[in-house]
């Protein structure tokens, strides 16, 4: 039985106090100790921003790596042991603008993992710019007469490169995120989780209260997730209301069940030693 | 086995036409015939980025004792259309041969040699009479040219045999168009060529692989699980190579989406530990360089080769260059240690490959093999490679079900040799932190300063064991005379063309000698400078504009070199031209 404390590591906090990463951390360690997972078989693959600090701050194993770099990591890692359960971090400005070339392919090659992304609507550790998913007119240092980009919708985003689970989750309701993550992991192939969180420091708009006021859960609402029409339907709220919950989900064939090498076991178990190329040569002589 | 030449114990033929016409798999197929027979050959291609349409040429060179690269001149042009004779024709040796269709219309006054021999044949006339297809007019040409030289056309048909073994009528067709080229070599051409190639009775077994096959198969031998990388010329045949026979080579392959998402594939396959490597070439590269800085900081084990074209940019596509290896030692923000090899054969790109994977996992640093177009697509018949040659050594990797040590396991432990133990994500007991951010030895995010400068040190104490481990590895090879007149100086593939110069020179009783820098980085700068002493005049010969193993030299041992020989405009070194150099620079 993991516990709470296996998951704590001894590093201080440097989180803002209220940032919405706390929410989200809280309901990943539920979703694992719920989900009966040891920390030995997590590995946590993070990007840069704030949300890169989890790997400090979640005893399991982890992958710090570069800005928009977390698909491919995690895709491997996932390659090289189906056996482990692999969780990307990513945040708003990691995955939706330098990162997003990978998501398409991610989704398109249904890879195990579950995708999480810390999606504040803002840049955070680079002190307030406006992000991919910054509504028109937010305004920043770098948008100071308001963007006039429209955001990225990371849910139609998804939808559309054929992820087969998308989700999106709220950092103000730990609960029901906590069940969301624990269907994201579940699932065998791509989950996106799309997790909005509140940043304290710089978005004045995306608020607790702004959140608050507009999620719902689709599920209190008859959604059904096999639905793609609907999917896009709801993908596309953001108003007055809001849609939290698991959007889309289907089955789908995972990836590393189609390459003729894993068939003999995870990579990382096969033995290297005294490989035999003389069959392959043949065609050289 | 016996050769007869034009110009000395080598003859060299030379196959043109269009793109897509199948020149580069003719000229292997007629390497293979001649290799068969004893002989030893190289072939090299030239071709634009092109699809169609344009002129193609790929040059073979056999001969009766090993042989390094193509020649200055050829002796037997196979010209499957008119403007490989008008493009090629000046390059004939005097007496030299062109064998082409006889439908092409070719008035003498549109040659402007008179000392060559013409050899038309019925290329197209023999593929429509056995109701073939339009490319097998070159097959047509191989019979043809194995026909003047007097070489057994039986061999040639067992080449086929194996090449297209399953299609029955593709073997068969190839087959006639082999005995009809050959048949009209004998009549009415009988030995009205010079030139003259005997197989020996047996086949002494050899192999013809080009650079790319030879490092994919060093990089199966290695253990290679996980090969990740996308389409870039010319280090793409690695990639098709690998994903064709991925089951028998025991791999994952992977076409990414990019670059970036290749090498940091390989940086989170080599964090669960197992072996991975890409490939790729100049601005595959750049877009690499991030994640190389990632691997070092993580101190993940990574291997990768650069394939150099010219640059900057997208440059010259589908020639040859040495222009990036300042680059690749620098690749990446900030200072770490690395590996960076130079094959200079086929031979070396298959073991010096399986070296680099167990320099990247003893060191947990990035080996970087870096090679060329033209070492890369070149074929060299050469031993078959044995993969026991190099044992597997996977350093401090510990496999195994549980963590039993007292102490928590930590990814960075501090250690006297800077090489902290590995273990796999998944061990039971332990977690394994890997962190992009400057760290404490378990893992963690840190910025204090003595922290920073302790973690700091210790990657670089890897680099001084890495440097050690490099200078007793053979990073630096001579050829030649010890007590040389004159010394040239080179890296990569500059070692085919410099090693026929020294055959040169060697016929004219000057006593030469090639010094082949192997490793790059950690700079061997011990044996370069026991290889450069009293050695002769000293000519630096490299393919870039700006001598960039030259800088090498003077910044680590303090040398200059009076006699550079810079090459930058795609193409090859030919031996002849580095044999004037040599020539010119004795006075």
């Known amino acids: 039985m993991t516990t709470m404390q296996d998951l704590a590591t001894p590093v201080v906090n440097t989180w803002c106090p209220g940032c919405g990463n706390f929410g989200l951390l809280m309901a990943v360690k539920r979703a694992i100790i719920q989900l009966g997972l040891n920390r030995e078989e997590v590995v946590a693959v993070a990007g840069i921003g704030c949300h890169g600090k989890v790997i400090d701050y979640i005893k399991t194993n982890g992958l710090h790596v570069i800005h928009g770099r977390v698909l491919p990591a995690a895709t491997a890692v996932k390659i090289a042991n189906p056996e482990l359960t692999v969780l990307g971090f990513a945040g708003d400005g990691d995955a939706y603008n330098i990162g997003i070339g990978h998501l398409p392919h991610a989704a398109r090659r249904n890879i195990d993992l579950t995708y999480i992304v810390h999606d504040n609507l803002v840049y955070g550790l680079t002190t307030g710019q406006t992000s991919p998913t910054s509504k028109r007119g937010y305004r920043s240092k770098t948008t100071p007469r308001g963007s006039f980009e429209f955001g990225v919708n990371p849910l139609t985003q998804a939808l559309s490169a054929d992820a087969s689970f998308v989700a999106r989750g709220y950092a103000g309701d730990m609960h029901h995120l906590t069940e969301i993550f624990k269907q994201a992991i579940a699932h065998e192939g791509f989950a996106l989780v799309d997790v909005l969180q509140p940043c304290v420091a710089w978005n004045r708009v995306n608020t607790y209260d702004f959140y608050k006021e507009r999620v719902y859960k689709l599920e209190e609402e008859g959604h059904d997730p096999s639905d793609l029409d609907e999917a896009y339907r709801r993908a596309g709220e953001w108003g007055d209301r809001i849609p939290i919950g698991v959007l889309y989900m289907a089955e789908r064939e995972e990836y590393t069940n189609s390459f003729p090498t894993l068939a003999e076991g995870p990579l990382v178990k096969q033995s290297i030693e005294g490989i035999d190329i003389s069959k392959l040569l043949r065609e050289f002589h | ?587």
Not at chain 2, 301 to 311: A, E, F, N, Y
Not at chain 2, 457 to 471: G, I, N, P, T
């Open chain 2, 1 to 587: 086995m016996r050769i007869t030449g034009l110009m000395d114990n080598s003859v060299s033929f030379l196959i043109g036409g269009e793109a897509g016409q199948g020149i580069t798999r003719s000229g292997s197929l007629l390497g293979k015939a001649l290799m068969r027979g004893g002989f030893h050959v190289f072939g090299a291609n030239d071709y634009p980025s092109v699809i169609r349409g344009s002129h193609n040429f790929y040059v073979l060179r056999v001969s009766d004792e090993e042989i390094w690269s193509q020649g200055d001149s050829v002796d037997l042009l196979l010209a499957l259309n008119k403007e490989t004779i008008l493009l090629h024709e000046d390059e004939l040796t005097q007496g030299g041969g062109i064998v082409y269709d006889e439908q092409v219309e070719l008035g003498e006054e549109e040659l402007e040699r008179d000392d060559i021999v013409l050899f038309p044949f019925p290329l197209t006339a023999a593929v429509e009479e056995m109701g073939g297809i339009a490319i097998m007019r070159n097959t047509v040409a191989l019979g043809a040219a194995l026909g003047l030289v007097g070489y057994d056309k039986e061999i040639m048909k067992g080449v086929i045999a194996d090449t297209f073994a399953g299609r029955d009528r593709i073997i068969e067709m190839n087959r006639q168009a082999i005995y009809k080229g050959h048949a009209h070599a004998r009549e009415p051409y009988d030995e009205s060529y010079p030139c003259r190639l005997e197989p020996s009775d047996e086949n002494p077994g050899r192999i013809l692989p080009t650079g790319n096959d030879a490092v994919a198969l060093g990089a199966i031998s290695a253990g290679c699980k996980l090969y990740a990388a996308y389409p870039m010329t010319p280090a793409s045949p690695v990639l098709h190579y690998l994903a064709a026979k991925d089951e028998e080579a025991g791999m994952a392959v992977v076409q990414t989406e990019s670059e970036i998402s290749a090498v940091n594939m390989v940086v989170g396959a080599s964090y669960a530990g197992i072996r991975a490597m890409t490939a790729t070439s100049g601005g595959g590269f750049c877009l690499m360089t991030e994640a190389l800085g990632l691997a070092g900081m993580t101190e993940t084990p990574l291997v990768l080769m650069v394939v150099q074209r010219p640059g900057p940019s997208t440059g010259l596509a589908t020639y040859t260059s040495q222009g990036d290896l300042l680059f690749a030692i620098h690749a990446s923000q900030g200072e770490f240690p690395r590996v960076i090899v130079a094959p200079g054969d086929v031979e070396e790109c298959f073991y010096l490959t399986m070296e680099a994977f167990n320099l990247a996992e003893r060191f947990q640093v990035q080996s970087l093999i870096l090679t060329d177009k033209y070492l890369i697509e070149s074929h060299k018949s050469t031993e078959p490679f044995d993969s026991e040659r190099v044992a597997i050594d996977r350093g401090d990797l510990r496999i195994m079900e549980k963590w039993r040590e007292e102490e928590e396991y930590r990814r960075y432990k501090f250690s006297g040799s800077g090489v902290s133990p590995r273990i796999l994500p998944g061990t039971r007991g332990a977690t394994v932190l890997a962190n992009s951010n400057e760290h404490t030895d378990y893992g963690y995010t840190t910025s204090e300063s003595e922290k920073t400068v302790a973690m700091v040190d210790k990657r670089f104490r890897k680099q001084e064991a890495l440097r050690e481990e490099v200078e007793g590895m053979d990073p630096v090879k001579t050829y030649g005379d010890a007590d040389a007149q004159v010394t040239l100086v080179g890296w990569g593939s500059t070692k085919g063309p410099a090693l026929e110069a020294l055959k040169m020179l060697g016929r004219e009783g000057v006593k030469a000698r090639f010094v082949q820098v192997v490793y790059l980085e950690p700079f061997p700068s011990r044996a370069v400078g026991e290889a450069l002493e009293g050695v002769g005049r000293r000519i630096l010969v490299e393919a870039n504009r700006t001598a960039q193993l030259g800088k090498l030299i003077k910044l680590h041992n303090g040398l200059a070199f009076e006699h550079v020989f810079l090459k930058y405009d795609g193409r090859p070194f030919n031996p002849g031209e580095i044999y004037a150099k040599a020539r010119e620079a004795l006075g």
